[in-house]
């Protein structure tokens, strides 16, 4: 790991700290696996639940990677990490007594402009959470024909105004900055909608963050091999933030022989956590258990 990339600041408030860590029954000597690490809260709160356990972390942004292994450093050879998107793990045959993953950007992904996953200020089109791949938001924008850029801010941001939207992005294009698309997006829009609670361009960014990341493809293919990693009685906990996300974990917990549902319904943030950390209040926790089939 680059010094310049673990010197980055990557800091991780862990949403529904605390039902995580209940939901997934942490026993002493036990071994668990964070899927998505981020800035390592959740997994530190996993290695201090109790004696002696095991963890895997797991990546696809390398900054996070680092900010995770300065963050465990205390923990040494208790902690394995490594950088590759959770469906494309391969567990060597080991077995977990419990599985978390937090979907979605980080808070500090967010936060860190230059990454281009925000309009609040200047940055490039980027939105990669593994900076290694190739497709940015910069070439989906500028070179997707206009009913797949249609399509996709239809399905992944449920942004009703997609066509108008994807005409204005080609009518326009290039763009290279963030705050450019921003601009155009909130054009497409009648003028008295463009003044919201909401930006207008949000729900076109976060369907382009999915698309760069093929977000809901590899949650669907996570959740297909996830439960083979469990050992019987081992627990599933999988956080959304979005109806996207949470519809899929739903359905997938439903339909798998392999689980027992424990959440029958979601566990959500507390007015206290959402006072303290104002991101948690649309995240939702769904837990499962692998049970003998």
Same mark, same amino acid.
């Given at each position: ?22 939901? =997934? ?18 997994? #530190?709160?996993? %290695? ?6 095991? =963890?895997?972390? %797991? ?20 902690? *394995?990490?490594? +950088? *590759? ?11 977990? /007594? ?44 500028? +070179?997707?024909? #206009? ?51 909401? +930006? ?14 093929? #977000? ?11 439960? /083979?990693? %469990? ?25 798998? #022989? ?8 979601? %566990? ?26």
């Amino acid at each position: 790991m680059s010094e310049d990339i673990a010197a980055q600041p990557f800091f991780h408030m862990p949403v529904l700290a605390e039902q995580v860590i209940e939901g =997934l029954q942490i026993k002493a000597g036990g071994r668990y696996l964070d899927a998505t690490v981020g800035g390592a809260g959740h997994s #530190e709160l996993i %290695l201090k639940a109790a004696p002696d356990v095991q =963890l895997v972390a %797991l990546d696809q942004d390398l900054q996070a990677l680092a900010a995770a292994q300065a963050r465990l450093a205390e923990f040494g050879d208790r902690v *394995t990490f490594c +950088h *590759t998107n959770f469906a494309r793990y391969a567990p060597d045959g080991l077995r977990f /007594d419990g599985i978390l993953a937090d979907i979605g950007v980080s808070s500090t992904q967010l936060d860190q402009s230059h990454r281009g996953f925000s309009f609040r200020a200047e940055a490039p089109l980027d939105m990669r959470m593994d900076t290694t791949q190739a497709l940015t938001a910069e070439e989906i924008v500028n +070179h997707w024909d #206009e009913k797949t850029l249609a399509d996709t801010i239809y399905e992944y941001g449920e942004e009703r105004l997609s066509r108008r939207i994807a005409r204005r992005i080609v009518e326009k294009r290039p763009f290279h900055t963030t705050t450019a698309l921003a601009w155009e997006v909130a054009g497409a829009f009648p003028a008295k909608a463009r003044h919201g609670r909401i +930006h207008p361009a949000t729900r076109t960014f976060q369907a382009l963050r999915i698309a760069v990341n093929g #977000e809901l493809k590899v949650l669907e293919e996570f959740l297909a091999i996830a439960p /083979d990693w %469990l050992t019987v009685g081992g627990r599933l906990a999988l956080i959304s933030f979005h109806s996207l996300e949470d519809r899929i974990v739903k359905y997938a917990y439903r339909g798998d #022989e392999r689980l027992q549902i424990v959440t029958k319904k979601p %566990l959500v943030a507390t007015a206290e956590e959402v006072q303290e950390n104002p991101r948690s209040r649309s995240a939702k926790l769904r837990v499962a258990e692998r049970i003998l089939v």
